[in-house]
């Protein structure tokens, strides 16, 4: 991708995102803020049956999901939805949260956050995708998770609990 800066047009070709193996899943960053002059980046989040991030915050961003496939439950300010195609939900900067997919089937979403930043956290905290879709299997290591860790107390990520944790 080429730099841009605020007020140009952007468009991203699909054969132009940058596919990551994020803990298992398939992230293909769309936009970054190199595009966007700092003020959002968009992902394509493709996650197997039950995948779920540990217990998180951000400090920076504002973050968006729109559902495209599949359904996901979310756990934030003690509020409990599910959500499934064409769904959306916004979860606020130092907002406590966790989702999962839905343990029948795989889930596509839109991410969206502002300001940009997630991106470097991801390409810190992923592989390289060695093909578009979702990796053979996964296993978390204590590599993945001591660089998840630092991943995200770099990118101004707070982590709250492993996977599974919920927010009081």
Avoid: N
Avoid at 19 to 46: N, P, Q
């Amino acid at each position: 991708m080429t730099e841009s800066t605020p007020g140009e047009v952007v468009i991203v070709r699909d054969t132009e995102r940058e596919s990551l193996w994020f803990l298992g899943d398939l992230v293909e960053i769309i936009v970054d803020g190199s595009k966007t002059g700092g003020r959002l980046t968009v992902a394509m989040h493709h996650a197997r049956p039950s995948s779920q991030p540990p217990l998180h915050e951000h400090d920076a961003e504002d973050e968006i999901f729109f559902i495209l496939e599949g359904e996901i439950t979310y756990w934030a300010q003690g509020i409990t939805a599910t959500l499934g195609a064409g769904d959306f939900i916004l979860l606020p900067k130092d907002v406590p949260h966790s989702f999962q997919v839905s343990p029948d089937r795989e889930a596509r979403w839109l991410v969206i956050l502002a300001p940009s930043g997630f991106e470097d956290f991801l390409r810190e905290a992923s592989d390289p995708a060695g093909h578009r879709g979702l990796p053979e299997d996964f296993t978390m290591t204590p590599e993945i998770e001591s660089r998840l860790m630092t991943a995200a107390e770099t990118a101004g990520i707070t982590i709250l609990g492993p996977p599974g944790t919920r927010p009081s």
